[in-house]
Nanobody, 113 residues
Framework: QVQLVESGGGLVQAGGSLRLSCAAS????????MGWYRQPPGKQREWVST???????YYQGSVKGRFAISRDNAKNTVYLQMNSLKPEDTAVYYC???????WGQGTQVTVSS
């Protein structure tokens, strides 16, 4: 089992930045890919970004160039640096690790205009 705890969410103005963190514990030896999903209010959960063990990164088109995913394998932590935030980025952001998948509890990101 893997437990995930996200942090770093909050309220920011459009154009601002936030950095989300997700710390994994438990059977962390099994973790391969780590990533982020988000669920805007009234919408389905959607994939945002993934980083693989070797460091390969992937981004949803709407966040490419604005967000950056990274990981610290020694700390079993994945980060999401979010810059140039837009109101449409408002969502609950969830950390995910694979195999599993395992999900974090979510952290709220609100971008005001």
């Amino acid at each position: 089992q893997v437990q995930l705890v996200e942090s770093g969410g909050g309220l920011v103005q459009a154009g601002g930045s936030l950095r989300l963190s997700c710390a994994a514990s438990g059977s962390t030896f099994s973790i391969k890919a780590m990533g982020w999903y988000r669920q805007p209010p009234g919408k389905q959960r959607e994939w945002v970004s993934t980083i693989q063990t070797g460091g390969s990164t992937y981004y949803q088109g709407s966040v490419k160039g604005r967000f950056a995913i990274s990981r610290d394998n020694a700390k079993n932590t994945v980060y999401l640096q979010m810059n140039s935030l837009k109101p449409e980025d408002t969502a609950v952001y969830y950390c995910r690790v694979d195999p599993g998948p395992y999900w974090g509890q979510g952290t709220q990101v609100t971008v005001s205009s």
